[in-house]
Structures are given as structure tokens and as C-alpha cells.
């Protein structure tokens, strides 16, 4: 139980340091999906990041729908990397989406 709770705060402090002052209701969600199990093997700044960009690109760009119109992935996340980080700016984060980052 203490790896777990070490974990959390651990998640909880690269939060925090990521995106100030992002809004609770998408936080609690990039925190829960920073400690799902898929992500327990990464460091928790990775798994906060990669939570976050995810999360931000499905719920805070046209990502889903230009996914719908018959973009491939690839493409729907390049012609999304603005949105990306105009939501990441707002939130005051510590780090943008870099258009160069292929494994993002």
C-alpha cells in the first residue's frame, strides 16, 4: 500500500508542477489516468505528460472528429498540435506539445 500512496503523490506533485492551474475537473481526470496500470511502469512526470497531452487532445481539440472524417492518427494529431498547446498554455503548464515529438 505505501508504493501505491507514494505513487499518488508522487502523480500528485508532477501535476502540480506540469499545469498549475488547470482546471479540478481535468486534472482529477489526467490523475486517474497517470495511475492506471498501463502508466505504473513510467516515471510519474512521463505518465502525467502523456496523460495530459491524451487527454487534452480527445477532449479539448477537433481530434475525435477529424478521426471521424477518415484522418489517419497521425494527421489528426499534427493538424491538432495548436489546439494542443493553446489548452496547455491556458493552463499555465510547465511544457508544450513539440511538433517534432513523434512518440507524443
Known amino acids: 500500500m505505501a508504493a501505491s500512496t507514494g505513487r499518488q503523490r508522487a502523480v500528485a506533485k508532477a501535476l502540480t508542477a506540469l499545469l498549475p492551474?488547470?482546471?479540478y475537473s481535468d486534472t482529477e481526470v489526467i490523475?486517474?489516468?497517470a495511475l492506471a496500470v498501463h502508466m505504473k511502469t513510467l516515471p510519474p512526470s512521463i505518465a502525467v505528460w502523456l496523460a495530459t497531452v491524451a487527454h487534452v487532445r480527445h477532449v479539448h481539440?477537433?481530434?475525435e472528429k477529424l478521426l471521424s472524417?477518415?484522418?489517419?492518427?497521425?494527421?489528426?494529431?499534427f493538424?491538432?498540435?495548436?489546439?494542443?498547446?493553446?489548452t496547455l498554455t491556458r493552463w499555465r503548464a510547465t511544457r508544450l506539445l513539440d511538433p517534432d515529438d513523434e512518440d507524443v
Open 69 to 77: 472524417d477518415g484522418y489517419d492518427r497521425d494527421s489528426a494529431r
Open 61 to 63: 481539440t477537433d481530434y
Open 21 to 23: 492551474i488547470a482546471p
Open 79 to 86: 493538424f491538432v498540435i495548436d489546439q494542443v498547446n493553446a
Open 31 to 33: 490523475r486517474a489516468d
